[in-house]
């Protein structure tokens, strides 16, 4: 075998000019003429003919420096190398018109082996890659060093290729059995060199991730396969030696054939055993297609081999093989301990699942309708044609408008070229050819369109605006683009609203319609593959397919991956959620992930396994576990159940549990199935669990908490004090239960606690949290480090100064006392505390006042921007305040916020508040609006005790105090001496609050109603009446406003509140039906007429609209547009464009690499669309600079189907045209400008 690789190698001295090296081999070593031209031509004379060995030793001298960083870092794994400038002008100086990416290129051509190489000289250059690179990755002392950099190059080499640079791919010549040659020709001993080779197709390196990835691909394969397979006994004894990232490859090159899994068997069995948990999990998953008397024989011994903590995988997958329960059972009689414990629990999980469902039923899954063929006829013809003249016609002004002007002169080289190539290819398309892409796009010709005609039409900002584009078509249309590999078929393309939510059979058979043989492929990777959309089709949709596909799903239930993009776990458990019943094979599975010791998937395993007859004797069977966090979680889990025949096996749990923290779980859930736990609950029965809590070592975490300082209290009950005891206690549990939202027990505890007594413990832990979490560091410590870094960073500024004085000459030019006031600023800034792990003494906050804890978060959320954690543990306890103020503030930040994190976790809390009052999110802020203290009389009453002050809401929204004798006042007198004075406390307290709410309302409120406008919502008559008009503020708000009775139909009657009635634009009455819908008027639902009629009204009646109705209209776009451009090149600054859009609500846009952005933002959050308006874009921090504003554009958010770039026809038309506004108003800070691109700075 040795001779006849080697053969393939000989040179031919016929084709390479005799003795000389090769061309490609000079061009690799060039770069080492940057040491001296006489080292390179030594270094290449060694690799070609072996003369001058030493030269080895001279390249040794110079690792770390130049020539290793110009040749790209041979030895190293990562994608990533980098040379400095200095580095590579002397590369230039010494190679003339040579770079390092060319010496690079030289290397890569070199490892093709399409050129004549020997083995000899491959082995020789890489010694001499050895030779200069410092460090080289997956070395290992017992194999050549040599052998690994050459092995780390050529693989980095072939994945460049293999991913688009220039050069063939990989070759197939790079296989194992080269791999030996090269060994055993280096001096590994023959016997020893399948050895080494092994090791070197598998070892990874310490760090392994996506960036040394490639070395896989390079060599692993079909070849790779055969060689372990080949000399299976020695993979058996050296591989699992190698790095775990290498173990888990080599299983998945044996998965990859199952056929052959019989072969590799012994060996799985060996990594069955792995010290890897994903290695052993993924080597059991392996063994699946073997038959189960073969799976009982390899993994049985191994119940009583292996260390317990190792059993997970091997329980896990007897207990789903015939004749594996009985394995189990045997082997816990045989046990003791942790083992027999785990073996015991998996088999009575699986007899109490068997018990309560002998016979399994058949799946009933509903029919579903194959997508029609539709036929596209002349209209889709005459559309295409005129896209196609457009874009010529675009393209010949754009030339005429650049006539003369070169590449730098307002003219990119990029645009030159698209344009040429337009008016090259755009002529030739003639309308035969695109009634043949319409005859292939409906399925009526098999004849392919031409590639320019493909490739012009299929473009998506094109095809989308086509009329009647089906899915079908769409599907047919990609089905026959990059045939070949599944992950090239582009699901991206096909992201556009909730287009690909379908029934998932509906795609696999329109699929195989097209002419995708790997149908099932395809809908495993739109299904499962999360890395550019989540949810894009829902479980509803799925599961009915993955029914008849439970292979599959049972594989992606398997998947033990952890990488990006890949969630299929998560995905599986939502598709088992939603089966009628879960099949008994998954039943093994769902168990371990319910009550096993990872926590990722426990609560969807729950979710999944909660329609199943037994679920609750295997829930009441978790209580018993050995796992404190498993006992909590069964005890969560039967609470949700809702089962109260649960009662008796959580009351038993409760005599016998020991852990704070899982009793307090078993409270919850008793109470929860209506248990009556006052009992548990007395002042006695607390003292002695709080007593005993507080023996136990407290968090360490915790330790900044001055425990004695909490505030005393009071039991409700009957007025008596409450042991402080008692509250250190609760403060410790909240910190242990990690929950900011304070659910269940702890929220019970408090409800004992007199209300103002409560309210101050709830004060008193935020203020202390928020201290500890935003703590900085006293004057004298940020003094003391200023001054020992002052010296240091004005010696670092004058030296790069030198080097690169346009980048450095500013801050080289500050004093040393500058560089100390810069330091001392940005020390203070920085936190020396941290409250996140003690986020659960949030929970405590659950019964104070909803004003103060939204201020609060008000407050914390402005002033630190990056706590991201705390913020959304801050939310949390927001949520579980549930009063108005608070739940008013959640809202506010689930419809606008900076985090998107932190949006979508109060969006998700929001929903589920509005859910358990069974409400929806849009009549939940309808019922928590603050009254700001005003009453149904729209009055502020201030009992002073002898007299009355009252409050007014004035036509500015402000707040108009008059005195018991009708004069306006600014202010509460001082008390008299008939007066109360406690009453006179409180009513100037409620008038200080009651300002600054009544301020916090109507802005909070305008912005609500704004956007319920744009988006269309609309209220029941009765709702609108009961919550808007009779609200003591927004009724204020509401007169102020033009509304329509029943919009969008024919009997749509515009109306307005005027003095307790509804009036329409003639003054006549309007009385609104039971059954009529409100919603906000607009000029683009009102017509000109009326529009016309409204206004007149509004101002003979002096009505100062709260904001604007009446006086904008929608812009005519073309059908299918996505974005509007008509003010495209309006030409201002950065800072001008910055201020209008700010004005109007607008946000900067997420910053991308180096701080780069080019929008702003409004989000409509209830309607799931984000409008953008772009423009030429500018970096933060922000200077002014040069801009121009480009499109209106509108994002639909979210994880789901509908992300992406909406069609503005789909939009609400009040939403399109109010955006438009701000378009053109953001605009107008310019005028249009021809020169625009070239002016504007990026």
Known sequence: MLEKVKGLFRRDEGQTGGDRPSARLVDALKVLAVASPELAERAVAYVHRGEGPEVLLELEALRGGDVEALLGRPGQSGVYSWTTPAQDDRLKAAVPGWTSAKAVTARSNLYTLSDSVTVPELVRLGRVLSAVSSEVDRERASDPRWLTTLVNDMSRRANERRHGQKGKGAPDRWTPDLLVALAVEGGVPEADAPAVVLR??????????????????????DPAREFVVAHLDIATRVLPGVSAAGRGELVALVAADPAATETFAPLLAVLAADTSKAVREAAVAALVPLPPARQRELLAPLLTSLPASRLGAVVTRLAQVDGGLAALEEAAERSTGARATLLRDTVERARVLEAAQEDEPELDVPPFEPLPETVLGDEFVRAARAAIDTALERARADQAAHAGKKDDDGWPRWRRLTVEQDLKELPGITDDDLRVFAAFLSGTSTRRPGGVVMRRLSAPGVFSRLPGITLLHRLRLQGNEGRGRSERFGWYRLHEGDLLDVDLRVLDEALQRVGRDDAGALVDELYFSTWWATDTVTPEHAWPYYAGHLDRLAAALDDRERTYGSAKPARALAVLAQLPQVPRRFLPRLTELALGEGRTYRATAQAALSTHPGVRGLAEQGLGSGRSEVRRSAAEWLARLGDVDAVPALRAALDKERSEVVRAALLTA?????????????????????????????????????????????????????DPTVLRWWVVLAVKLKDPSGAGLLERYLSLLQEEDRARLGSHVLAAWVAQDTRNPSPQESDAYATAGAQLRYDQYQAWAKRSPEHYSVEASKSLEDHHRDLYREHQATYVGSAVKDKGLLALTVAMPGAELAATFQRYAKAHVGRRSQTEALVHALAAN?????????????????????????????????????????????RTVQ????????????????????????????????????????????PRAQDDPELVAAAKKQLTASRKELKAVVALQTQRLYEAMCVGRTWTASEWQEYLLGHPVMSRLVERLVWVENPGTEGARPFRPDGGALVDADDEDVELGAESTVGLAHAVLLGPEATAAWTAHLADYEVAPLFAQLDVTTPDVPAGATAIDDHKGWFSDSFSIRGRATKRGYSRSQAEDAGWFSAYTKAFTSAGIVVQIEFTGSFVPEENIPAA???????????????GTARIADLPPVLVAEAYRDYVAVAEAGSFDPGWERKSQW
């Open 670 to 722: 008793l109470e929860a199935l209506g248990e009556d736990i006052s009992a548990d609950l007395a002042p006695e029965a607390l003292l002695a669990e709080a007593t005993k809590g507080l023996r136990a070592k407290k968090p360490v975490s915790m330790a900044w908490f001055d425990l004695d300082a909490l505030p005393a209290a009071r039991w409700a009950a009957d007025g008596s004090p409450v």
């Open 200 to 221: 070197e197709l598998f070892e990874r390196p310490a760090s392994a991730g996506w960036a040394s990835r490639h070395l896989g691909p390079a060599l692993l394969g």
């Open 1189 to 1203: 504003v480009t499109a209106l554009t509108f994002e639909r958010t979210g994880r789901g189907s509908g992300r």
């Open 882 to 926: 549930g009063q108005p103020a608070a739940i008013q503030e959640l809202l506010a930040v689930s419809r606008r916020f900076r985090q998107a994190t932190v949006q979508e976790t109060a969006q998700r809390l929001a929903g589920e508040l509005a859910e358990r009052r069974g409400w929806t999110a849009d009549q939940l802020a309808d």
């Open 931 to 974: 009254t700001a203290g005003f009453e149904d009389d729209g009055l502020l009453h201030l009992d002073l005790g002898s007299r009355e002050y009252v409050g007014r809401i004035t036509p500015a929204f402000t707040l108009e105090l008059t005195s018991d004798a009708g004069k306006v006042v600014k202010a509460l007198p001082a």
